[in-house]
């Protein structure tokens, strides 16, 4: 079966350890996506990548890190630096300038 | 900065009945995707409407984009139970040969009996 997978569903952590949320795709895709919910909110764009090796910040990239070193896999840090990381996160993944395909996000609680 | 708006952002119907979510945004773009969230869910693709006058139709649900005035509209049509999501516009803003998506803040709608 071709799609996206995070994991892990949810997600708790204490204040001040940093924790990585991983995406995978076997869709052949080159460009993927991380997404922040908030409640009430619609998605802000936290990091996208377009290949391999390389990324790009997006709208709240502070707090974040990410990493490209292959195609299939994009996986997210949230630093002890981001503030307020309690959020439903969401990974995509598209051809290149093409309609984004969404995982089934990971529930994060820092407590 | 693209900015996109929606409203109405509740929206409490009774089966039946029609109603529209509306969407508008901030700079020209011909790239509007519409989208259904259930709770504590991911996002589930409903429309991609790729130039001025598009209009497509699934079920009881009809979208449609004017790129000159900047909006999108989701109509739907006699409304059931099984509707009762949040609803999403995103504006594609291609950049360097990726689109980012910029959403709007949804729509909670919610079909009473």
């Known amino acids: 079966d071709g799609g996206i997978t995070q994991s892990p569903k949810y997600l708790f952590r204490k204040e001040g350890q940093n924790v990585t949320l991983s995406c995978e795709q076997n869709?052949?895709?080159?460009?993927m996506y991380w997404y922040r919910q908030d409640p009430g909110q619609g998605l802000r764009l936290i990091y996208y990548?377009?290949?391999?090796?390389?990324?790009q910040k997006g709208d709240i990239a502070e707090g974040y890190s990410v990493s490209r070193e292959k195609k299939e896999s994009f996986p997210l840090t949230v630093t002890s630096a981001q503030k307020n990381p309690t959020a439903f996160y969401l990974c995509?993944?598209?051809?290149?300038?093409?309609?984004?395909?969404f995982g089934p996000g990971t529930r994060l609680t820092v407590t | 900065e693209l900015k996109v708006e929606q409203n109405p952002l509740f929206l409490s119907m009774q089966e039946g009945k029609n109603y529209t979510i509306y969407c508008n945004y901030s700079?020209?773009?011909?790239?509007l995707y519409w989208y259904r969230q259930d709770p504590g869910k991911s996002l589930e693709s409903l429309f991609v409407?790729?130039?001025?006058?598009a209009v497509k139709q699934e079920g009881r649900l009809m979208a449609s984009l004017d790129t000159k005035a900047r909006l999108s509209t989701l109509h739907i049509t006699a409304a059931v139970h099984d509707l009762s999501a949040t609803y999403f516009c995103?504006?594609?803003?291609?950049?360097?040969?990726?689109?980012?998506?910029?959403f709007g803040k949804g729509t909670k709608l919610t079909v009473n009996p």
């Open positions: 990548s377009q290949i391999v090796n390389d990324f």
């Open positions: 409407l790729l130039s001025n006058g």
């Open positions: 995509a993944s598209s051809i290149r300038g093409y309609e984004q395909y």
């Open positions: 700079t020209t773009s011909d790239r």
């Open positions: 995103a504006v594609g803003d291609i950049q360097g040969g990726s689109e980012k998506l910029v």
């Open positions: 869709l052949n895709h080159d460009a």
